[in-house]
Nanobody, 122 residues
């Protein structure tokens, strides 16, 4: 089992920045890929970014390339999502996930956090 806890969300004005964190505990070595997804009200959960265990490969949704950066600190079992130039359409609950494959498919991630709310005002 892997437990994931997200933090760092909040209310921010358009153009601002946030850094989300996801700290893992439990059998973290068993599902070393980390992904970020988001779900806006009334919409399906969508892929944002993923990173493999050593950080050497990352994957991004086209909609966030150039503004979002995923990184990880394995010594602290933490993955980060740096979000810059925030837009109102980035408003969503952001979820951290753990799996074995860096993929955009949510159903291939076995473990999920509870999510952290990001709200961007215009």
């Amino acid at each position: 089992q892997v437990q994931l806890v997200e933090s760092g969300g909040g209310l921010v004005r358009a153009g601002g920045s946030l850094r989300l964190s996801c700290t893992a505990s439990g059998r973290t070595f068993s599902s070393a890929v980390r992904g970020w997804f988001r779900q806006a009200p009334g919409k399906e959960r969508e892929f944002v970014a993923a990173i493999i265990w050593n950080g050497s490969r990352t994957l991004y949704a086209d909609s966030v390339k150039g503004r979002f950066t995923i990184s990880r600190d394995n010594a602290n079992n933490t993955v980060y999502l740096q979000i810059n130039s925030l837009k109102p359409e980035d408003t969503a609950v952001y979820y951290c996930a753990a799996g074995n494959v860096a993929t955009r498919a949510a159903n291939l991630y076995a473990y999920w956090g509870q999510g952290t709310q990001v709200t961007v005002s215009s």
